[in-house]
Structures are given as C-alpha cells and as structure tokens.
C-alpha cells in the first residue's frame, strides 16, 4: 500500500534530501524535473503541489515501481 | 528475439498498403515518396529514409517501417498539434496509454515542444514516445521533412501529429533511454538560460563561453553534453561551434539547473550499442534510434543488437532527446 501524500518522504525527494536510485527513466526525469522546480519556488504552496504530481505519478505506476517504493519506504 | 505484443517491420509499400487497408492501426516511417504512396487510414507516420533492421542499418527510399498497434489497445486517436494547441498533447493523451508523436525537424513547433514541453500539464503522467522527421542528408534544403497525418491524409510540414492510444487497465507503457554515452569525469558545465544556443555558461562553477572552452580543449563534438537527470542520461548534439561569434548551436536545448559533461568518446558506435541494449532484452515493442549515432558510427550494414525501428533526427521518450535509443514496451500490470 503506497503511503499516502502527507508521508514526510514525498517531501524529501522534492526537496532533494533523499535520492531514489533507479534505472526507471521516468521516475528520473519526474524527480529531476520537481528538484529543479522546487528549487526556483520553495514555497509551501509550490512544495504540496510538486508531492501531489509525486504521489499522483507513484499510485499510477505503483504496480510498476514496486522496486522503488519498498526503497523510498523500506 | 519476440516482440511482446507489437508487430514492426521495414516492409515493402503494397505490403504496408494491404495493412493500412485491412484496417490495422499503425505507425510509420518512410520517405515522402513512399509514404505519399499509402491511402488514408488509421496510421501516422514521419519522413526518414534510414532504418534499423534484423539485417543492419540501411537506407531506403521504397520501404516503410511500420509498426503496428496490437489489437487490445481501447482506442487510438489521430491529432493534429500546431503552436496553438501543442501545450495540451499530456492532457489530451489517454488516463492509461502511450501517444506516438512525430515532429518535423527545423520547425516552430519542435523548438516550442522541445524547450516548453517539462512545462505542459501532464508532462511525464503520460507517456510519450516518438521522433523528429526528417530528410536524406544528401537532400538536405532541398526537401523538407514531414509528419503524415493517415486519417486525413494531410502531409504537415511545419506541425506535429500524434497518435493517442487507450490502454486497457491490465497493460501500462514504459519507456526507456538508451544511451552509449556516459558522461565521464569531465568539468561540470551550467548554463544561466535554456536554449539552442549557448553562449555563456559556468564550467566547474567559474564563468565561461562554452565555444571558446570546445576549441581550446580540442573536443570532439560527434559526441554530445550528457545531462544528468537524477542518473537518466539526456544527450544534446553539438550542431556547430563558431569560434568567429563564440556560440554554440545545438540539436536539442540546454537547461538550467542541469550538470551537463562532454561525453566519454565512443570508437566503436555499434559494439557499443550491442553492449548497453543487452543480448537478454526482449525486444521493445517501439524503438528509434538517432541519425547522429547512424551517421558518426558508420551503422549501415551493421546490427545493432535486436533492436529495430527507424532512424530518426532527434528522439523523443516525452521530451526531445539527441543521439539516443528510444525503447518502449507495453507491460502486463
């Protein structure tokens, strides 16, 4: 079961403070496009709407990214 | 090996219009000639006269490499995209799908795609894959490369089409970018602004003009700046160095917030591409590769491991790519 948005870990990625290795190119260019976003506008309102496109990407995929999800959680 | 669900071939022109006929949906590849050849039906399809195939690399006027949309996909919609409506390619694609795209190359609409796309809505939530059109090397500003619209049998030389198919829930597409380059150990390069252009950039933190940089290191630009995103490796192809207006043209643009490094050189192109595609892989059910890799690496007549599909003027696995394999696959979920 993936955790849900408020899970504190969502908002480590974006802010960089936690890496997710990967070969899934999707994931990559998803987690390098919210950094860089993030890092021209750190406000809140910025940061939950970067977790919410985060989340909404990880519970598409979930069945896919079953490897990464027991890396960002495990 | 044996494609998973997708039929994709260089086949003959009566052979590609038999299939068009029969009503298979399907995305092609071929010169204008022969596309031009084919009746209206439920394909796309883009301007390129060099291939991968089970033979090698090879160049043909009268062949069309098509690829075929299996039979469980829900549905699949031809649509235009011009300037107008390009921002909403993501948010016209299916909630479970793949769009194939095709863009002619040197337009208005490829550089828009290629510098705005990260920040159309639904960027990366769908998935796209496809490739820049284009012409003979030799015809080059003589002939220009198009987009094929099948449905309406419009031939586009300044818009894009695309080809969004419905997935049904038990199938998911994956993409993947397959580079022979890596980025080595080499000096770290910023740029301030995005672009097709550099100028000025920061190299290892220090201010710089990238031309100026290329020409005093001596750097071999048939090798692209690798990109790091988060360890996915985005190549941009060096298109000239003017060391008179110490500019930079590029085949694909820079970003800020990106480290960028010359790539390792690469000697032996098609060695390389067998290595990183991998001998145990099945075989992609979509696959492109760039022209720059065909030309700089001699490909025709040879393999490129089991890896077939057109050749193209720029890659695209949802945002515009240089010098790269494109590989997508429809996954059981």
Known sequence: MLP???????????????????????????????????????????????IAKLHSFFSRYESTLASEIAQIFL | ????????????????????????????????????????GNWVGGTTSYFMTDEGGVVADDKVFATEVPEFAMEAKVVNYGLGN??????DAPENGITFLVIPAATKVLKTFAEQAPSFDGFLMHPVVGWVSGVRVDRVGNELPAAFNGKTGEILENKAVALHVALPANKQAELEIVSI??????????????????????????PANLADYIIAKGIRTEFPLVGDYCGCPV???????DAETHCVDLFAPVFPGVDYRFAEPVEDYASAFSAVVGADREEPD?????????????????????VTGPITFGEIAHQLLNQTLVRMYLRDV
Request: proline share 2%; glycine share 10%; hydrophobic share 35%.
């Open chain 2, 1 to 40: 090996m044996i494609s998973t669900y997708v039929h994709s071939k260089l086949q003959s022109i009566p052979e590609v219009q038999a299939e068009i006929s029969a009503g298979k949906t399907l995305v092609l590849a071929g010169s204008r000639d022969a596309l031009k050849q084919l009746p209206r």
């Open chain 2, 181 to 206: 380059f890596k980025g080595g150990e080499g000096d770290i390069i910023h740029f301030k602004d995005e672009g097709f252009h550099a100028v000025g950039c920061h190299i290892n933190g220090k």
């Open chain 2, 86 to 91: 390009l921002s909403f390619l993501y948010s």
């Open chain 2, 235 to 241: 190549n941009v192809s060096i298109q000239n160095v």
């Open chain 2, 286 to 306: 979509f696959a492109c590769n760039c022209i720059l890799n065909f030309l700089y690496g001699k490909l025709e007549g040879k393999k490129t491991g089991s």
């Open chain 1, 4 to 50: 849900d948005a408020n899970h504190q870990v969502w908002g480590k990625i974006v802010a960089g403070e936690k890496s997710v290795q990967t070969g899934n190119a999707t994931v990559n260019l998803l987690i390098k496009s919210l950094k860089m976003s993030y890092g021209l506008d750190r406000s809140p309102a910025n940061q939950n709407q970067l």
